[in-house]
C-alpha cells in the first residue's frame, strides 16, 4: 500500500502563486506514475500534470501548460506542484494520485487507473 499526504493548499489572489506537496509513504519503490487531479465546485474531478518517481512522462493539461510545473524529490518520495499566475478558475480541490500501471498519455488523465489518493488540498484564488 501507498500512502499519500497531499498539502500546501490556500487562498492565494490572483496571480500569485501556491506550491503543493505529495508525500509519499509506504510501499515506494518502484517507478510509480504520480499525478495531480483537482474537482472545482460543481465540476467533475480533471487531471492537471503527472510525472513518474523518475521524471519523465511528464504531461500537464492544456489550461495550466506554461503555468504549473510538477516536480520531485525522489529521495523524499514527495512531488510538487508549483502553481504560477493563478486565476480564479484554479479554484479546486487538488488531489494527488499515484499509480505503478504503464499507462498512455490518455489513460494517464483517467482518475479509474489510479490506485492510490491523497484526501485534497483546497486552493482558492480570489479575483
Known amino acids: 500500500q501507498v500512502q499519500l499526504v497531499d498539502s500546501g493548499g490556500g487562498l492565494v489572489q490572483a496571480g500569485g502563486s501556491l506550491r503543493l506537496s505529495c508525500a509519499a509513504s509506504g510501499r515506494t519503490f518502484g517507478n510509480y506514475l504520480v499525478s495531480w487531479f483537482r474537482r472545482a465546485p460543481g465540476k467533475e474531478r480533471e487531471f492537471v500534470a503527472s510525472?513518474?518517481?523518475?521524471?519523465?512522462?511528464?504531461h500537464y493539461a492544456d489550461s495550466v501548460k506554461d503555468r504549473f510545473t510538477i516536480s520531485g524529490d525522489d529521495a523524499k518520495k514527495t512531488v510538487f506542484l508549483q502553481m504560477n499566475s493563478l486565476k480564479p478558475e484554479d479554484t479546486a480541490v487538488y488531489y494527488c494520485a499515484a499509480t505503478d500501471q504503464i499507462l498512455t498519455a490518455l489513460q494517464t488523465m483517467g482518475i479509474t487507473n489510479y490506485q492510490y489518493w491523497g484526501r485534497g488540498t483546497q486552493v482558492t484564488v480570489s479575483s
Open positions: 510525472r513518474r518517481w523518475s521524471g519523465s512522462d511528464t
